[in-house]
């Protein structure tokens, strides 16, 4: 069974704080990471991938790989009440057709 | 909504009776998934398709049943609906060339 673990919160910051989310994982031979953005009752949105070791920023996410450590971490810089939301981390296997989520992470922006 | 729909957006329906959810795009990708999402489960993959008529089994598919006649449509059938299916069922798709998953609105399902 492939796991990916995230807390399941409720992370609470405060606006213009950064969000800090994180996600390990099982399977060693995993290649790709992503973080899905889900508000309450819509669909999941995707708002980063990331393919290798290190740190990838868009705007104000920045995601973080460590496969050593089998961790991924998602960054949200100037956080806004807009950003309160279910994150989701996935990881997709080694042939990449699976994807293995995690429960998800509950942030709410406090104005 | 990246082209994607999907059809009914909420159904009830009683358990025993058959029931067919259908996933439609207009962005001509070889892949799509279906997925369920329950709380405290996260989503779980059911079945997903890598081309016309191709189509694989996920972590979930005991129960379900998919098919898959043309590039656009792909059709997940509960053959028996039963009480523990109810669930929100997620379409996704991705292109051959990106590994990224983009998802439909879904589709609220109720067995009662």
């Known amino acids: 069974q492939k796991e990916v673990e995230q807390n399941s919160g409720p992370l609470s910051v405060p606006e213009g704080a950064i969000a800090s989310l994180n996600c390990t994982y099982s399977d060693r031979g995993s290649q790709s990471f992503f973080w899905y953005r889900q508000y309450s009752g819509k669909s999941p949105e995707l708002i980063m991938s990331?393919?290798?070791?290190g740190d990838k920023e868009d705007g104000r996410f920045t995601a973080q790989l460590n496969k050593a450590s089998q961790y991924v971490s998602l960054l949200i810089r100037d956080s806004q009440p807009s950003d309160s939301a279910t994150y989701l981390c996935?990881?997709?296997?080694?042939?990449?057709?699976?994807?293995?989520f995690g429960t998800g992470t509950s942030l709410t922006v406090i104005p | 909504d990246a082209g994607i729909t999907q059809s009914p957006r909420h159904k009830v329906t009683e358990t025993g009776t058959p029931v067919t959810l259908r996933c439609h795009q207009t962005?001509?990708?070889?892949?799509m998934y279906w997925y369920r999402q329950d709380p405290g489960h996260g989503l779980r993959l059911i079945h997903y398709?890598?081309?016309?008529?191709?189509?694989d089994k996920g972590e979930v598919s005991d129960g379900y049943s998919v098919s898959r006649s043309k590039t656009e449509d792909f059709l997940l059938t509960l053959e028996s609906a039963t009480s523990s299916q109810t669930s929100v069922y997620f379409c996704?798709?991705?292109?051959?060339?990106?590994?990224?998953?983009?998802f439909g609105p879904g589709t609220r399902l109720t067995v009662t």
């Open positions: 996935a990881v997709g296997g080694n042939t990449g057709n699976q994807f293995y």
């Open positions: 996704a798709i991705r292109g051959a060339e990106s590994y990224e998953q983009y």
């Open positions: 990331i393919y290798s070791n």
């Open positions: 962005e001509n990708h070889r892949y």
């Open positions: 398709s890598y081309g016309v008529k191709d189509t």
